[in-house]
């Protein structure tokens, strides 16, 4: 059963691959608006109405996109129409929409506050809260005191209501899937589901009511944005940490807050939107993480299909041997997959302030407009780097490894084993790399260097292997033949980095080891 749930994921994440983030979130939050319109129409959602719906969206959409061009192009960075609509859609869902002039009026002042968080309260060029939970927050505050009780819109986060359950859990998990945040919400989810109803219970003995738990755990399921808010907004990468058991503690604190919200001066609470700023200052406050700058050195091709970019950070540079940076290539009329894309890096810490990144050429006949833009930058262009994230780390310790690379999929393990070389540490470790053909293996003299035992799977024979390494003879890689190349399989902590359809193909074997983390990619 978990192997067949393993394979089914990696297949869907194939799907979700096609796609930016970006796009995807977007795309998923339109449908979501599109299902609530026509309830709406239908009767089902009593408010808002429908003409509420498209009013409050086309004034969010208008402020926030007119906010952020200007602040663009006053900082020379490239205008986002995704970016801004999802700000407006979130907002759409979180605060209550309205005809009335003042509602107008409250929702444009959200809007506009939304945008200008991302530049303003800002550390080295990232925004530190969730620009929607922010805009949202200030409306919602200043509302609470008298001078501006007219602003006609509060947070109200109508989206959790029960019949928008389903439609927000299955767009959700879609979005959660391609991100990678599926644990993490969950965690988030069952914290404030668990704290929901417990605070359920304590009111109804300070009230002397009766309590029934599963009507509580109705209400907190189906009867709280707290789906809404962990798919669509916790789970955005640019506020949580770099490290998997940081972002668990974060989505604890969320939930907690959003959970049991606290009162202030009795004027308004911190729950929801306010819950998510708190858990960002605690993001913030694990890794102060800012923008870094990449000066383009050189380019040269590893493999005949594949090239290795090689820069010069300007800043600081934080990262792990095996995790991954975002790049940011900004260019004229970008397709769906967007400006930014995610590259494991090749180099080692040990090699600061040199990084190297490597990607595969792919469709030569429709690359991808971001690839046309990376293909023709010249040695001296500069890219930024919003982070470093990613958990495809190596286990302390001297416990036995499994790494399965396919093709460009070796980038990880060659910076993991740079820094294992660099640092004088050794440890059991068995390489099984996987191309199409021996001219596609990259980075044989640096992992030949390593001494790491290496098993090669290609249709033909490469030539002068090195002692250490031999070659499957041809076999294709498949559970039967991983098993039957590693014989101790079980006793090694497994790392495989590839395609997501050879992961859910070799998933019956890799169940068998001590453990199992999956760099999957779906190509660009």
Not at 104 to 129: D, E, T
Not at 153 to 168: A, E, Q
Not at 278 to 307: C, H, K, W, Y
Not at 455 to 480: I, K, M, Q
Request: glycine letters at 6%; proline letters at 6%; aromatic letters at 10%.
């Amino acid at each position: 059963m978990i192997t067949s749930f393993a394979a089914a994921r990696q297949r869907v994440l194939a799907v979700l691959g096609s796609l930016s983030m970006y796009r995807l979130v977007l795309f998923a939050l339109i449908a979501l608006a599109v299902i609530a319109f026509v309830l709406s129409l239908a009767g089902v959602i009593v408010s808002p109405t429908p003409v509420e719906l498209v009013a409050s969206f086309l004034v969010l959409a208008a402020v926030i996109s007119v906010v952020d061009a200007v602040a663009q192009r006053i900082l020379r960075l490239p205008w986002r129409i995704e970016s801004s609509l999802v700000t407006a859609l979130i907002l759409l869902f979180v605060l209550r929409p309205g005809l009335e002039p003042s509602a107008l009026f409250g929702l444009a002042i959200a809007g506009a506050v939304a945008s200008v968080s991302k530049y303003l309260i800002a550390w080295r060029g990232r925004h530190i809260f969730n620009p929607a939970a922010f805009g949202a927050a200030v409306v919602s505050i200043l509302g609470a005191f008298g001078a501006f009780d007219w602003l006609g819109t509060s947070s109200s986060w109508w989206v959790g209501t029960p019949v928008l359950t389903i439609p927000v859990a299955v767009l959700g998990l879609a979005v959660l899937w391609r991100t990678e945040k599926v644990r993490v919400v969950l965690v988030f989810l069952l914290v404030a589901v668990v704290t929901s109803v417990v605070r359920q219970a304590v009111q109804a003995a300070q009230f002397d009511i009766g309590f029934d738990a599963l009507t509580a755990l109705q209400f907190a399921l189906l009867q709280s944005p707290f789906l809404f808010l962990g798919a669509f907004m916790l789970s955005e990468p640019l506020t949580l940490p770099p490290r998997r058991r940081q972002q668990f503690a974060v989505a604890a604190v969320v939930g907690i807050l959003a959970g049991w919200p606290i009162s202030v001066a009795g004027l308004f609470t911190l729950g929801q939107e306010r819950a998510l700023l708190i858990g960002n200052l605690v993001a913030f406050a694990f890794a102060l993480r800012g923008s870094v700058r990449l000066v383009l050195e050189r380019r040269e091709f590893v493999t005949p299909t594949a090239q290795e970019l090689t820069f010069r950070a300007r800043g600081r540079v934080r990262f792990l041997p095996g995790q991954y940076l975002e790049l940011d290539v900004p260019h004229h009329r970008p397709d769906a997959r967007g400006t930014r894309r995610e590259f494991s890096i090749v180099s080692a810490p040990a090699d600061l302030p040199t990084l190297r990144i490597a990607y595969k050429n792919g469709d030569q006949k429709h690359p991808s407009s971001y690839k046309r833009a990376l293909a023709a930058a010249e040695p001296g262009a500069t890219f930024a780097v919003t982070g470093t994230w990613g958990d495809f780390i190596l286990p302390r310790g001297d416990h036995p490894v499994l790494m399965v690379a396919a093709g460009i999929g070796v980038t990880p393990f060659v910076s993991q084993l740079r820094q294992l070389q660099a640092t004088g540490q050794h440890r059991d470790v068995v390489l099984v790399y996987v191309a199409a053909e021996a001219a596609e293996l990259a980075f044989r003299e640096e992992l030949a260097a390593t001494g790491v035992r290496t098993v090669v799977f290609t249709r033909d024979e490469p030539v002068d292997l090195p002692a250490h390494w031999t070659w499957a003879r041809g076999a294709r890689l498949d559970a039967e033949s991983l098993e039957r190349a590693v014989a101790d399989l079980g006793t090694r902590h497994a790392f495989i980095s590839g395609p997501p359809r050879l992961i859910a193909d070799l998933a019956p074997a890799l169940q068998k080891a001590r453990s199992l983390t999956t760099d999957a990619f779906a190509g660009y």
